[in-house]
């Protein structure tokens, strides 16, 4: 993998206490020892909220281009988070106001490349994106700090599916500390056109490449909803032959299945991430003979490190960590993961869902290049991610705050509407002027406490 990234002590550690805060004693994962330590690289615990010095490996998204103010919180015009998306040149998307942005079933599209939109940079409460999603058309594209929560729109004339944030056929496209919750298809994916060309290489090229999901909160897919096929509970489809992602310290919760699931030819890596409550699937691989049709069955690539599986109330029995179906073969690398039931009781590591014809091969070594990439103990994940993971975990918001308590204390469900849990995010909209002066514009990581101050001001004021 191209991605080589440093996760080492990069935090601003002013905001670690008030991270940590926002889950008071949340407890380490109990259970069997994981199955093998890990080594190779050096280990930091400490809570991330910004990325790492080297993050423009994988992409610098807008990095040098002209900032673009969002001022406003209605869905189109002057100053709107759509306005900014839809600008052409390299650009830095920050916000001076904070608050719910209801794209009301009408996606925002990224079509235009080397973008990062910053999150961070929001007056308390941060930014919610209700109503619909986020589709990435473009290159080099950085998401940072934003929920986006589609729900069912209160929308039942017909059947509409979306998923909170995903690609199309891009490269280079980073989505971090983002809150992803309550989609009516997946929460996160990675997609495109399964053949573009006419050879596997060409198809690779075609598919979405280079990507990092990293410290996402992955929760509440609902379950039926407005969904055309029924069931669709969904954490993250990673499309046939998607290669170079890299799927690291993520919370993935009260999702039925796709935590992540990769496609056919798929090639990838799934680093200290936490599943919790799965459905009937965790992770899963899967190249499906009818979709290729008289295509050439690629082998997939899947490095399985330091993960943690922690059933729930809404889980199936003893599921694995890893399923495999389909009729595509997998080389799979397996290494420090911890699987238990509710209960703590040691569950499968890896299992079968279907008798296709793919044959899995167990691999020694890891298959993805993760240089430079601290890789936690599965052991520590748990209390890592809880304390990382999401949009502004120094700001969050009541369904952040509720989803991570549920998950450290072993409650919660699979939802079918958001309407079960309080409906969406009514905030009133918050002002505060973006000071350049308070941010690194390279990294867009604070350089001053008082970037995260709440400093808002309420409308009208």
């Not at 004693?25 to 890990?38: L, N, S």
């Not at 690398?333 to 044959?359: F, Q, T």
């Amino acid at each position: 993998m191209d991605i080589m990234i440093k996760y080492s002590a990069i935090v601003a550690t002013l905001f670690v206490s008030v991270g940590c805060a926002q889950l008071p004693g949340v407890a380490q994962t109990v259970g069997p020892v994981a199955d093998a330590p890990v080594e190779r690289t050096k280990m930091s615990t400490t809570p991330q909220y910004f990325f790492p010095e080297n993050i423009d490996l994988v992409t610098d998204g807008g990095r040098g281009g002209k900032v673009i103010k969002v001022t406003s919180l209605d869905n189109e015009g002057p100053g709107t988070l759509r306005e900014a998306i839809e600008a052409e040149g390299p650009r830095i998307i920050v916000f001076e106001v904070g608050g719910v942005i209801d794209l009301d079933r009408q996606s925002l599209v990224i079509r235009n490349s080397d973008v990062t939109i910053a999150g961070q940079t929001a007056p308390s409460p941060g930014i919610s994106v209700i109503r619909s999603g986020i589709v990435v058309a473009a290159d080099d594209v950085i998401i940072q700090h934003i929920r986006v929560r589609p729900g069912d729109a209160d929308y039942f004339e017909e059947k509409w599916d979306t998923d909170s944030i995903t690609t199309s056929s891009v490269s280079g496209v980073i989505v971090d500390h983002c809150t992803l919750t309550w989609s009516t298809d997946e929460n996160l994916s990675a997609s495109g056109p399964r053949f573009t060309g006419e050879t596997p290489d060409e198809w690779r090229e075609g598919a979405s490449h280079d990507i990092l999901y990293s410290h996402n909160l992955i929760a509440e897919g609902l379950s039926n909803a407005t969904h055309a096929k029924f069931e669709h509970s969904k954490g993250s489809l990673i499309h046939d032959n998607t290669s170079n992602i890299l799927i690291y310290g993520n919370v993935y919760a009260h999702n039925y299945e796709r935590s992540p699931l990769f496609k056919g030819g798929v090639h990838g890596a799934i680093v200290n991430n936490l599943i919790y409550n799965p459905g009937q699937r965790a992770i899963h691989y899967n190249l499906q003979g009818l979709e290729w049709g008289d295509e050439e069955f690629q082998t997939g690539q899947m490095d399985v490190v330091g993960n943690v599986l922690r059933a729930g109330p809404s889980t199936d029995g003893a599921v694995p960590l890893v399923l495999m179906g389909g009729d595509g073969d997998l080389k799979l690398h397996m290494e420090d993961n911890i699987a238990v039931d509710h209960y703590g009781k040691e569950l499968p590591k890896l299992g079968r869902y279907s008798m296709g014809e793919g044959e899995l091969h167990e691999v020694a070594d890891m298959q993805q290049s993760i240089e430079g990439l601290d890789v936690i103990p599965a052991r520590h994940v748990e209390g890592y991610v809880l304390a990382s993971s999401g949009a502004r975990p120094w700001d969050r918001d009541k369904h952040d705050v509720r989803v991570l308590a549920d998950v450290a204390e072993g409650r919660g469900k699979i939802i079918d509407s958001q309407n079960e849990i309080g409906g969406y995010p009514q905030q009133e909209p918050t002002f505060r002027a973006f000071d350049s002066s308070l941010w690194d514009m390279k990294t867009m990581k604070p350089v001053s406490e008082k970037a995260l101050d709440s400093g808002q001001k309420s409308k009208g004021t």
